[in-house]
Structures are given as C-alpha cells and as structure tokens.
C-alpha cells in the first residue's frame, strides 16, 4: 500500500512539474484573492477597543484560510481531472493499485502542493494584511494539520463527482460544509499564533484539527474501495 | 400474471410487448397508509388545537414558546431521517439490495424537508426572542451546515451514473455525513462556547400541559414523517420500475425495426 501510495503521489508530482498547473494558475488565483479581499474590505477601517488594530489585520486568519480554501477546491478539481480522461481511475484498479494506496497517494501530492502554495500565500497575507507571528510553532502546526485535513476530505469527496461534468459545481457543494470545522480550527488557532490570543486556545484547536484529519484517514482509506469499484 | 399464456399462439415472439402496463395502474396508497394518513391528520389537528388554544403562554416568551411545540417534533423527524439514512446506506453497502438504497434516498429527501422547517421555525422564533431572525448560535449554525450537506447528498443521488454506481457513491456519502453531523455540531459549538461565554437559549419551564402539548406534537410529526416516508419509498420504488420499463420497451422497439428491415443476420 505505501509503495502504492508513493507511486501516486510521485505521479502527481511529475505531472505538475511539466504542466506547472498549479503554480502557474492555482496560485497566482490565490495571491488574487487575497488582494480582492483588501478591496473588498477597506484596509483603513480600524477595530474599536484595546486592539486598535486595523480590522483587515484582525481578520487576516479567516481571510487567509478562505483563500486557501478556494485554492484547494481548484488543487482537487485539478488532481481529479487528470484521472478523468480515459478511464484512468479504472486502469489504476486495473493495474492493482491498492485502493487506499491511491487515496493516500492522490491526497500526499495535493498536500505537497497546497503546503508549497499556502507558504507563498501565507508570505502574501503578511505583506499584504500586515499581521504579527506571535507563536510560530503553533502557526507551522496548524498550516500542516489543516492542509492534511482539507487534503483528506477533499480528496475523498472529489473522488465521489470524478469524471462527471457536473464535477466542477458539485465538488464545493460537497466539500465546504464538511471542511466547515477545518476553516473553524485553522482560523482559531492561526488567531493565537499571531497574536498570542490570551482567550484562543491554540493548540486546542490544532488537536481538533489533528482528530478530523485522522478520522478522514480511516474514512478514506476505507470508503476508496468501494468509491473506484465501477459498476 | 404471466404474459406467455394470455398471447395467441402461433405469433412470433418478438412481436410480443415485453413490458404489459398493468390493468389498473399502480398508485402508493394502501388500507394501512390511508388509515396512517388518516391518523396523521388527525394528530396534527390535535396539534394545533393544544399548541395555539389549550396550552398557556410561557412565563419568559410569552407566545414565542407555542412555536416550540412543532420546532422540537421537527428537529426529532430530521434526526431519526438521517439516521435512517446513514443505516440504510450501511445496509446497502452490506447486502447490495437496492430496498436499503431506495429506503436512504427517501429518508434523506423527508430530513431535508424537515430541517428546512426546523430552520424556518427557528428563526421566526429568534425575532420575537432574540430581536432578530439570525444568531449565531451553535444550534442554529450547524444545523445550516447540515442542511447543505444533506442537499449535496440529494445531488449525488441525481448524478447520470449507472444505477449501482450512483447507490454505491449516495451510500458511502450517506454513511460519512452522519458523522459529520456530529463533527460540525461540536465544533460550532465549542466555537461559540468560547467566544459567548455560553449559548443564546432562553429558560423555559414546562410544566404539565406543555409537556403533554409538546407530546402530542412530537406523535404526530412521527406519524406524518412514517407517512411520508412510506409513500415517497413507494414513488422511488415505482420510478426506478419505470425506467426499467423503459429500458426493456425500448429494446423490444428496436429488435422489432431490426425484423421489419429484414436485416437481421444479413452482411451489410
């Protein structure tokens, strides 16, 4: 299975490095976004209270996690949409791929993937929302269980719309209610990691996170089986 | 009914309908659902008669707790629906009948349903209670989730799939959003906890006649959910004999052009 897994996720990667798909268009949506988000929310407003802080700088977690968020929906559609054409799916359980091991696999290349383009992001988000990095233990902890936890859902969900037209609507359909908990934990516990948030418990909220991407590892690993089996 | 013995003899059998529509079309009622129905109506006057007559106004909310005798009925449906779901998808994946598949598809349609109107009684409830119709309180935000998750369970079941394919891929999901439920549940709520200090809910005491109001409630909403429940299986059962129906008319249709061609077995 870890062969299996690696095979996979080699793939990916190969795929990306010729294609440049996600570097070259995933990523620069997302630095979009990013900067849409200061228009949209005017960089002169400041919080009322003690903070004093400028309130995009305060909701520069949730922004960042969103913006993440939709880049991964693109880096899932992405990675499904390779298999689509065809019949790949089929010839990867033709070829005796252990189904967990494609689950993994697909899941550890999108992971790699959204790990490299949530550093520049997160670059980005510093520049431009201009926040602090408080605990930058808890900040590398939280980017790391997140990104595994929307990989892991994502890529279970994705696999459920792989290969049909409507894919492109029905994947954030499913995939955002489920990943509500994720935005949640990520954005908490980044609150603490920049601005040491005395009423945030941080690593609390990475332990949340740390459960839902274990759960969705058994989940995946165990529902890929019969998710691949065509008819 | 066997459809070799009504044809005459001496016709070749292609020429024979393969699907025969039943004499009397087939409808969902039954003598037990009509009198399920009948039952159904009834406790639901019943309802309304201790909910808005019988029973007093709540100490704190005044009128706003007569809302409560359906918003609680509703929110037990849409549990028990979902729930029905994720077992039928279980089942369906065990025993590959597609009773369980069809059985899961309709209980999650009747939960939809359902926490639509839990949603619709619960904000009407938060104006008079809370000065406005959205809060974000725990309950009210993840039962919002759950609400889009479900809806994209109903959209996995409209997939153009092969039957077996599209009930294996409804089932997993079915299976993986129950216990989503509860994962969104605590984390909104743990969310708020934090943050509010503790939820927005009201004290409310219930004394006798409310209880039995709520009681009443609660029975009647479980009867009109079974209800519905049988009869929408009973539409999805005959849906998919249609289509299969179909299936088979239409083959027959083109063996029959093949023979009036005259093209069978020849080279072209």
């Known amino acids: 299975m870890l062969r299996d897994t690696w095979l996979m996720t080699v793939k990916d990667l190969r795929i990306e490095l010729t294609s440049r798909v996600v570097m070259a268009q995933i990523l620069p949506f997302g630095l979009l976004i990013l900067i849409l988000f200061g228009l949209a929310i005017s960089p002169d407003l400041v919080v009322v209270g003690e903070a004093r802080r400028p309130v995009i700088e305060e909701i520069a977690p949730g922004l960042f996690w969103l913006t993440v968020l939709l880049s991964a929906l693109m880096a899932l559609g992405r990675a499904f949409a390779l298999e689509a054409d065809d019949g790949n799916l089929d010839a990867l359980r033709m070829a005796g791929l252990d189904p967990a091991g494609v689950f993994l696999g697909k899941a550890l290349a999108v992971t790699v993937q959204l790990v490299a383009v949530e550093t520049v992001l997160g670059f980005g988000a510093f520049v431009v929302f201009g926040a602090p990095v408080a605990r930058p233990g808890l900040l590398a902890a ?67 996170l740390a459960v839902f991407s274990l759960l969705y590892l058994g989940v995946g690993m165990l529902a890929f089986g019969p998710l691949l089996e065509e008819s | 009914m066997s459809t070799t ?39 639901l006057a019943l309802t309304l008669l201790f909910a808005l007559v019988i029973s007093p106004p709540e100490a704190n909310q005044r009128d706003a707790v007569r809302l409560f005798y359906i918003h609680l009925p509703a929110i037990a449906v849409m549990y028990v629906a979902f729930l029905i779901t994720a077992v039928g998808s279980i089942m369906y994946l065990r025993k590959g009948s597609v009773y369980w598949d069809l ?56 997939l153009e799939l092969p039957p077996d394919v599209r009930s294996r891929r409804a089932a997993v999901l079915g299976i993986v959003s129950f216990g989503n439920v509860f994962i969104v549940h605590y984390s909104v709520q743990w969310w708020r906890g934090l943050h509010q200090g503790q939820t927005l809910g009201v004290d409310t005491k219930m004394d006798g006649l409310m209880l039995f109001s709520f009681f009443i409630g609660l029975v009647a909403f479980l009867t009109l959910a079974a209800w519905l429940l049988i009869h929408r299986f009973r539409v999805a059962w005959l849906a998919r004999e249609v289509e299969q129906m179909g299936l088979a008319q239409a083959l027959a249709e083109r063996r029959a052009e093949t023979d009036a061609t005259g093209l069978v077995g020849r080279s072209r």
């Not at chain 2, 059998?13 to 009509?34: C, I, L, M, Y």
């Open chain 1, 142 to 208: 939280t980017v790391l269980l997140a990104t595994v936890g929307i990989t892991l859902a994502g890529t279970l969900y994705a696999a459920l719309a792989a290969g049909l037209r409507v894919r492109d609507t029905l994947v954030p359909l499913l995939v955002l209610p489920v990943l509500a908990p994720v935005l949640l934990g990520a954005t908490q516990a980044s609150r603490d990691a920049l601005f040491a948030d005395p009423g945030v418990p941080g690593w609390s909220w990475a332990g949340l």
């Open chain 2, 5 to 43: 013995e009504a044809a005459p003899t001496g016709t070749d059998p292609a020429d024979e309908p393969v699907a025969v529509a039943p004499v009397n079309p087939p409808h969902t009622g039954s003598v037990a659902t009509r009198r399920l129905g009948l039952a159904a109506i009834v406790l």
């Open chain 2, 103 to 158: 059985l899961a598809g309709a209980a999650a349609e009747l939960g939809v349903l359902f926490c639509s109107f839990v949603l619709v009684t619960g904000s009407l409830w938060g104006k008079p209670t809370w000065g406005v119709y959205w809060q974000w309180d725990p309950r009210l935000t993840s039962t919002t989730v759950l609400f889009v998750m479900y809806l994209g369970y109903l959209a996995v079941r409209r």
